[in-house]
């Protein structure tokens, strides 16, 4: 112990101490330098090639990072901002102990140095992860405005339309297919600009600190363009009667990560060419697409092709569609004949909005504005009426959810006498807070509905060996009379046992092997008891075994319906 005391631990001192150990640890040479602002530790750090000239805050009392800044003359760098601001980390993942703020400030000050080093050491994989990075700086040019993208960033060159909203602040930009109109933005009260498209292997002209973008960037890219671009070129800027003409033009560039990245610039045109007169802006934009929402949603891309039907949309059914869509699944049939009510509102996923309508009427237009790409046909009729007009062939899965298996055995016993051969889910739930149930099958693989329906010696039973509560109680109640009996359960119990189903459905066309499949959750059963209902020694032991074994129990019995034909 010395009688001196430290140095405040926010300071740049203490920054510059901690720093110092880390570089002397690694034989890194730092000198420090004169800071603008107190706030900030100046560093010289010697690299490979070069020195880091490197700014970082010493009293952020945020929960992330401390920022840190490289100064000018910078070039182009990945992960470096056009003001100099170097993202060392996403964040993600991280765990910060607020009591070593100059131990925080050292280690990114440091990782910060290494990124540099990394990716200054070669200058093909410099630009190729600058590229990488391009909407991130170009976003950090300035006065840079904000858009979004509602055309796809496919590559193929197009002149499209740009809307500027300049009631908003600041003005917001809007880029959709010419014609399209899109009801995130109100297309009919903002003026169409004429916008170019186009794709590119290379982007010339990208200003670099203190360059600014200019009309100079437009000339640069306009001499990059390809014959069949520069047509598309001359139809954008084309002579007009109305003389200066606001454009937009938008440049995509590969991503070797994956993709391409998308960048922007609003100019005017006069007579054909580029006006000078006019100051350029750099635009950038973030996506609006199904594709790219699909992607950065965890929405899968490979199940956007795929139709499920859903039989069924009551509060279970709802709960299926919609986490089905959400999950990536482009085509849904739902089918049911029943209007949605007040009765429903609480435990189904529709909008009171549509109380008075048909329930698949009100999934289809709440559900494709939810989720974009989704198309969704609304089939208001029973499923029984559905089933022998339709051709399997056209689905890739179909899940049952009218909460009553006895009526869903006929469904299973049809589906087997077809020829295409897809998964069937079958759900229910039981009174209260029992819990609920859901069986995978295959049209023509062994395992089936009725195969629940055995008792121990394989003899057929009346009630399925899955249930939780015992046989001949009463469960329903009714708040106005006999008209409106139900079976009590709430939109927990709905929403477990229809993300049971969809998760079913949803392995099965992802493709797994499983043949079959008996899943169940247990709820806590308080409500249940204190209704005095029975419940089964199954729903008891249900808690503490293993779905697999369950399955096995389930399945493993002699059935006349899904073995005799193998
Ligand atoms: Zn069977």
Request: net charge neutral.
């Amino acid at each position: 112990m010395t009688d001196t005391a430290p140095p405040p631990a926010d300071s740049a001192d203490a920054v510059f101490g901690a720093v110092s150990a880390l570089c002397s640890d690694r034989g890194i040479a730092v000198a420090r330098q004169d800071s603008p602002e107190a706030s900030f530790l100046a560093v010289e750090l010697k690299g490979a090639t070069r020195g880091w000239r490197l700014f970082v805050h010493c009293r952020d009392d945020t929960l992330s990072l401390p920022t840190v800044f490289l100064a000018a003359p910078r070039g182009l760098l990945p992960h470096v901002g056009y003001s100099g601001g170097v993202c060392v980390n996403d964040g993600q993942g991280l765990s910060i102990d607020p009591d070593r703020r100059e131990d925080i400030a050292a280690h990114t000050l440091l990782a910060a140095y290494e990124l540099l080093e990394r990716w200054s050491a070669d200058e093909q994989v410099c630009r190729t992860e600058f590229l990488n990075e391009l909407e991130g700086y170009w976003v950090g040019l300035p006065r840079a405005a904000h858009g979004q993208a509602f055309f796809e960033v496919d590559s193929k060159d197009r002149l499209i339309s740009a809307y500027e909203d300049s009631r908003r602040n600041p003005p917001a930009w809007f880029f959709a297919e010419r014609g399209a109109r899109p009801r995130e933005f109100d297309v009919a009260k903002l003026q169409a600009l004429r916008a170019l498209y186009v794709h590119l292997d290379e982007l010339p002209g990208i200003p670099v600190h203190p360059e600014q973008l200019t009309h100079k960037f437009v000339d640069q890219v306009r001499g990059a363009l390809s014959p069949a671009q520069k047509d598309l070129w001359r139809e954008l800027v084309g002579p007009s009667k109305n003389g200066v003409r606001a454009s937009a033009l938008l440049v995509s560039v590969p991503r070797q990560a994956g993709g391409r990245s998308l960048v922007g610039v609003a100019f005017a045109a006069y007579k054909g060419e580029v006006d000078q007169r006019v100051p350029v802006m750099p635009l950038t934009a973030r996506r609006r697409t199904s594709n790219h929402m699909r992607e950065r949603g965890g929405a899968s891309l490979q199940l956007s092709g795929k139709r499920v039907a859903v039989l069924g949309c009551g509060a279970v059914g709802s709960v299926v569609a919609d986490t089905l869509a959400a999950a990536g699944v482009g085509q849904l049939t739902l089918v049911d004949a029943d209007i949605y009510s007040e009765d429903n509102v609480f435990r189904h996923v529709l909008d009171p909005a549509y109380i008075g309508l048909p329930k698949t009427w009100g999934l289809k237009h709440q559900l494709e504005r939810q989720y974009p790409g989704l198309t969704v046909d609304a089939v208001e009729v029973a499923a029984q009426t559905w089933l022998p007009r339709t051709s399997l062939a056209d689905f890739d899965g179909i899940v049952l959810a009218f909460g009553a298996p006895s009526i869903e055995r006929s469904f299973a016993r049809a589906f087997r006498s077809q020829e295409h051969e897809l998964p069937v889910v079958f759900t229910w739930l039981e009174a209260l807070d029992l819990g609920g149930h859901s069986v995978l099958m295959w049209t023509h693989k062994p395992g089936c509905l009725d195969c629940l329906y055995r008792d121990d010696g394989g003899a057929p039973a009346l009630h399925p060996r899955t249930s939780f509560l015992e046989a001949n109680q009463h469960v329903t109640r009714n708040l106005t009379g006999c008209a409106s009996v139900f079976v009590p359960y709430g939109a927990l119990q709905a929403r477990k046992t229809g993300l049971l189903a969809a998760e079913q459905m949803l392995e099965a066309l992802y493709g797994s092997t499983i043949q079959r499949a008996y899943g169940y959750w247990v709820g806590n059963g308080i409500q249940a008891k204190a209704q005095g209902l029975h419940t089964t020694p199954w729903w008891t032991n249900a808690a503490t075994t293993f779905s697999a074994i369950a399955t096995e129990r389930v399945f493993g019995r002699p059935c006349k319906r899904c073995r005799s034909e193998t």
